[in-house]
């Protein structure tokens, strides 16, 4: 399947320099489907509404042509092509762009839509934004750990080629994306997994060095759930990475999108 690498947001939080929304355009038999979607129309109309307190620690950076719908638009589909979309977790920064396809199927875990949606904790309150699936998204759950999968993770395959496998640990119901791109192998869209993505390699995808960027880090501690599961994450997500056609790639970290989208 033919993979497109788009960002669909950027934020300039203090001290941490420019964030990404990494989002997969997967060109499929079945109709286009975007792995996350970053922000969408609705967020950069009513910021405050959608996004939150968040978003002036954050400061997002508001521009309508970075959502998904916009980009897809510049390249001739329209929203009804985009017949799925599969989320790694619910934050608004990867789903804010739901309302702009109302007629796709969203895939998400049974423990991440519980934790946003039908049974959130007390933290989870604070940090869901209800009003991002106001408009009644066509949900599929998947529930359970799934089939095995690779090295000892499990996943759903919810379309042919694309499977959801479950990553809690930044979020209650977390999980990383993995898409067949074919030629290109593996790419496993690691969400909020994993922050710096010196934490799974030591080089990217372009064969630059990556340094630790400890700001990300911190964030990472700060906003995640379970950072014992995060640990964990990070050691399964370098062995993927290490692994012959497998490319791990985290939502945030600019680098990796850059080495990704850089002409060959
Ligand atoms: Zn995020």
Known sequence: MRVGHLNCGTFGPPFVGEIVCHVLLV???????????????????????????????????????ATALRQIEAMGHSAADVSHIVLTHLDFDHMGGLSDFPDATVHTTADEHAAAITSPDF?????YRPAQWAHGPAWKIHGGR?????????????????????????SRGHAAVAVDAGERGLLVHAGDAVFDASSYADVSPSGAPLTKVGMLRTFEKTVGRDR?????????????????????????????????????
């Open 27 to 65: 060109e499929t038999g079945d109709g286009l489907v975007l792995v996350d979607t970053g922000l969408g129309l609705d967020d950069y109309a009513d910021p405050k509404g959608r996004m939150g307190p968040v978003r002036k620690l954050l400061r997002a950076q508001l521009g309508t042509e």
């Open 146 to 170: 799934g089939d095995e999968w690779k090295d000892g993770l499990t996943g759903h395959e919810v379309l042919p080629g694309i499977t959801l496998v479950p990553m809690p640990g930044h």
């Open 228 to 264: 014992a599961a995060i640990k964990r994450n990070h050691v399964s997500l370098r062995h993927l990475n290490d692994t012959d056609g497998i490319t791990v790639l985290p939502a945030h970290d600019k680098r990796i999108l850059d080495a990704l989208t850089a002409p060959s």
């Open 123 to 127: 933290l989870d309150k604070r940090r």
